[in-house]
């Protein structure tokens, strides 16, 4: 066993840059600390039996805990390459700005869509499991997907020439989802959603757990049923009896219908979602599942089309309805990554 826990030391610290500033050890002589001038520091911890559990890296004091959106990974080789992909990433978000060109940022993306080929082919070569090999390549392609998603969004604005301020934040935004779906930082992935007093359409992946009192209640609409939730237990008690409780979580592909009390804010953890939504006939409540989107790209099921996309903030409505602009409501064209809408999809009648 001391031969086998020898070799994995060695091969995480082959795996490290050369500038390592200091090694702390254990009682039994394993590497439980590395750390470099850049102030980064990596942390290893083992079980009973001297197997490596965790690899977790931090920087200026905070942990940044790596991982492959919904499945973990404690393969230092593997771990290793995500902080590249993630690196790659931050680095081409900080670098945008309204001068930037389009075509230049898409070969910048393809050279993180690269990294992420990096992680698949790190993960043949140390995951031994099948199973677990699998699933993690599954979603690594996810993450493809997202970037791809990303280089469509930037031929729209690159289409209408809008190098506008709105534009790039919305670009950066979906570029900090897909930092978020491989690393779990409250500088990269945590948000707070401004809400005005009233009713408020948005979409985020929040903890219900986490909301603030100022919260009277949210709700989803989920296969035509009413779902709500409630920080105040009287209020969750009133849902309850009429409707059904939201059980855990709320994720972004989601729109939610929130009453605040007062102006306030709700916590939102951005993860983003393999999903494909269906727009039927009739009313249907969604998020933007973590990115900016054009509110032409919204398309109802055959025959039907669409009829008006309607958001609130604060009771202050404000609608999409193609070809048209309804006199005395603010109009929309694109949709933010906390966005909620609702979607009204009906025949044409023309």
């Given at each position: 066993?001391?031969?086998?826990?020898?070799?994995?030391?060695f091969?995480?610290?082959?795996?490290?840059?050369?500038?390592?500033?200091?090694?702390?050890?254990?009682?039994?002589?394993?590497?439980?600390?590395?750390?470099y001038e850049?102030?980064?520091?990596?942390?290893?911890?083992?079980?009973?039996?001297?197997n490596?559990?965790?690899?977790?890296?931090?920087l200026?004091?905070?942990?940044?805990?790596?991982?492959?959106?919904n499945e973990?990974?404690?393969n230092?080789?593997?771990?290793?390459?995500?902080?590249?992909?993630?690196?790659?990433?931050d680095s081409?978000?900080?670098?945008?700005?309204?001068n930037?060109?389009?075509?230049?940022?898409?070969?910048?993306?393809d050279?993180?869509?690269?990294?992420?080929?990096a992680?698949?082919?790190?993960?043949d070569?140390n995951?031994?499991?099948?199973?677990?090999?699998?699933?993690?390549?599954?979603?690594a392609?996810?993450?493809k997907?997202e970037?791809?998603a990303?280089k469509l969004?930037?031929?729209?604005y690159?289409?209408?020439n809008?190098?506008?301020?709105s534009?790039?934040?919305?670009?950066?935004?979906?570029?900090?989802?897909?930092?978020a779906?491989?690393?779990l930082?409250?500088?990269?992935?945590?948000?707070?959603?401004p809400?005005?007093?009233?009713?408020n359409t948005?979409?985020?992946?929040?903890d219900?757990?986490k909301?603030n009192?100022d919260?009277h209640?949210?709700?989803?609409v989920d296969?035509?049923?009413?779902?709500?939730?409630?920080p105040?237990?009287?209020v969750r008690?009133?849902?309850?009896?009429?409707y059904?409780?939201?059980?855990?979580?709320?994720?972004?592909?989601?729109?939610?219908?929130?009453?605040?009390?007062?102006?306030?804010e709700?916590e939102?953890?951005?993860q983003?979602?393999?999903?494909?939504?269906?727009?039927?006939?009739?009313?249907?409540?969604?998020?933007?599942?973590?990115?900016?989107?054009s509110?032409?790209?919204?398309?109802?099921?055959?025959?039907?089309?669409?009829?008006m996309?309607?958001?609130?903030?604060?009771d202050?409505p404000?609608?999409?309805v193609?070809?048209?602009?309804?006199?005395?409501?603010e109009?929309?064209e694109?949709?933010?990554?906390?966005?909620?809408?609702?979607?009204l999809?009906?025949?044409d009648?023309?």
């Open positions: 066993m001391k031969k086998i826990v020898t070799l994995i030391t091969v995480a610290l082959s795996l490290v840059t050369l500038d390592a500033k200091s090694y702390k050890y254990d009682d039994l002589d394993r590497v439980i600390e590395v750390s850049s102030g980064e520091k990596i942390f290893y911890s083992y079980d009973s039996a001297g490596m559990l965790d690899v977790e890296y931090a200026n004091g905070e942990i940044l805990d790596y991982h492959l959106n973990d990974v404690n230092t080789a593997v771990l290793h390459t995500i902080k590249d992909a993630v690196n790659e990433l081409i978000k900080d670098g945008i700005d309204t930037s060109d389009y075509n230049t940022l898409k070969q910048e993306l050279g993180a869509m690269s990294k992420l080929d992680i698949k082919q790190a993960i070569n995951i031994v499991d099948n199973d677990e090999k699998i699933a993690l390549k599954d979603e392609d996810k993450i997907r970037i791809d990303i969004l930037i031929d729209g690159k289409g209408d809008d190098h506008s301020n534009a790039i934040e919305t670009i950066k935004t979906a570029i900090e989802n897909v930092i779906m491989m690393v930082d409250g500088s990269v992935n945590a948000s707070e959603i809400l005005k007093a009233g009713r948005v979409s985020g992946t929040i219900i757990t909301l009192s919260i209640s949210i709700w989803i296969g035509g049923n009413w779902y709500g939730y409630s105040h237990a009287g008690e009133e849902i309850e009896r009429k059904l409780l939201i059980a855990d979580r709320v994720d972004n592909y989601k729109g939610m219908l929130v009453f605040a009390i007062s102006d306030t709700i939102s953890i951005s983003t979602s393999d999903v494909v939504h269906s727009y039927g006939r009739g009313y249907t409540l969604h998020g933007t599942n973590g990115a900016g989107m509110a032409s790209d919204v398309v109802c099921t055959a025959p039907n089309q669409v009829i996309l309607a958001q609130v903030r604060g202050d404000s609608v999409y193609p070809d048209r602009e309804i006199a005395g409501i109009n929309f694109y949709l933010g990554s906390e966005d909620g809408y609702y979607v999809c009906d025949k009648n023309k």
